[in-house]
């Protein structure tokens, strides 16, 4: 089955860090970039990094650079973000989404994860 | 950093049209993918390319772009269509995704 799996959400306090995992599986998980997009409680969609398929190239939206990192092992068909110190903003629902266009950043999101939820509260 | 423009809401009767715009600078040379999501859902693709539809998106869902105005189109709308509907496109000068602020479609 073609899927995204997202998982590693939680209750953390402000200042502290959480890892979230995505396990794909079903396509050449290698072929795509892969992005995390988040939503905070009521409010509409931010796209927060992306990751080309060889994880030689990353990106980032303003309010998380310096912060959080994406990473992939293709190995093991996983996408990772490393969320570093966290702040009451960061509380959302991740998804972990591929970009449909094989090799390209301008592509769609044509496959989204269950959505994984961040609760940064002290 | 680049900003996209929806308007918050848009009342449809059903079998009518809705239109929502997605406003911003110079979107016309950019390509334009748009996304439904109904409570407590993911977000699923539904017009990507300005205004091509993936498949299993029925033919009442279009878009269209030009200049400075991307346009979402739900022909003969039905009561299932009610839900949040976001663009989004990617940024080449900022190197960032981008999505609208997002509208909501409500089905009288």
């Known amino acids: 089955e073609v899927q995204l799996v997202d998982s590693g959400g939680g209750l953390v306090h402000p200042g502290g860090s959480l890892r979230l995992s995505c396990a794909a599986s079903?396509?050449?998980?290698?072929?795509?970039?892969m992005n995390w997009v988040r939503q905070a409680p009521g409010k509409g969609l931010e796209w927060v990094a992306n990751?080309?398929?060889?994880?030689?190239?990353?990106y980032f939206v303003d309010s998380v650079k310096g912060r959080f990192i994406i990473s992939r092992d293709n190995a093991k068909n996983s996408l990772y973000l490393q969320m570093n110190r966290l702040s009451v903003e960061d509380t959302a629902v991740y998804y972990c989404?591929?970009?449909?266009?094989?090799?390209?950043?301008?592509?769609?999101?044509?496959?989204w994860g269950q959505g994984t939820m961040v609760t940064v509260s002290s | 950093s680049y900003e996209l423009t929806q308007p918050p809401s848009v009342s449809v009767a059903p079998g009518e049209t809705a239109r929502m715009t997605c406003e911003g600078e110079?979107?016309?040379?950019?390509?334009v993918h748009w996304y439904q999501q109904k409570p407590g859902q993911a977000p699923v693709m539904i017009i990507y390319y300005d205004a091509d539809r993936p498949s299993g998106i029925p033919e009442r869902f279009s878009g269209s772009n030009s200049e400075n105005t991307a346009t979402l189109t739900i022909s003969r709308v039905e009561a299932g269509d009610e839900a949040d509907y976001y663009c989004q496109v990617w940024d080449r000068l900022g190197d960032q995704n981008v999505f609208g602020t997002g509208t909501r479609v409500t089905v009288l």
């Open positions: 990751i080309k398929d060889d994880g030689s190239e990353r």
């Open positions: 079903g396509f050449n998980f290698f072929n795509y970039w």
């Open positions: 110079y979107i016309g040379h950019q390509s």
């Open positions: 989404v591929r970009t449909a266009s094989v090799g390209s950043t301008t592509g769609a999101f044509d496959m």
